[in-house]
């Protein structure tokens, strides 16, 4: 798992509609790149509803929200589209980019062991390092959550303290 500080990969990965987003795109705003494990799940659902509740606040910070998940490009366009999503969801199936941040992870579940997204979020800051690193996330407030640590990184960051 990256830590605070560290430069975050870039990458190149299909969005809901099939274009390729790459993080360098967005180098000088501030990105939150949550993974998290399924569309469609009701933990997953409470999440990218909760980005999407903030949407609108977290663009007049200067934000991007990216989600990425290991489904496919038509499976992120049925969620988005079923829950109005305004932000891309990113098709990283063949977990590539969720290696290389760390959440993809073994999981255990009903006694069985797997392969899977963990739910980490990482607010990359607009020089591209990693600003702050969620991995207890409560899915149904993370938005907020996430909002608030924008708030203060920027806030931090104006005040000139290091």
Not at 6 to 11: G, I, K, Q, R
Not at 64 to 84: C, I, M, N, P, W
Request: proline share 5%.
């Amino acid at each position: 798992m990256l830590t605070r500080g560290s430069t975050a990969p870039d990458f190149s990965l299909a969005d809901q509609q099939g274009n390729i987003v790459r993080l360098s795109d967005f180098r000088g705003r501030w990105v939150v790149l949550y993974f998290y494990p399924k569309d469609m799940t009701p933990g997953c659902t409470q999440e990218a509803c909760s980005f999407r509740d903030v949407h609108p606040d977290l663009q007049q910070e200067g934000a991007v929200v990216l989600g990425v998940s290991a489904d496919d490009v038509q499976s992120h366009r049925k969620f988005t589209d079923k829950y109005e999503l305004p932000f891309p969801l990113l098709a990283d199936t063949d977990h590539a980019v969720s290696e290389a941040y760390g959440a993809w992870r073994k999981k255990h579940m009903y006694g069985k062991e797997f392969w899977g997204v963990e739910r980490i979020t990482y607010l990359i800051a607009p020089d591209g390092t990693v600003s702050h690193v969620f991995t207890k996330v409560k899915p149904a407030a993370h938005g907020d959550e996430v909002l608030t640590a924008i708030r203060q990184a920027k806030q931090h960051e104006s005040s000139g303290a290091d």
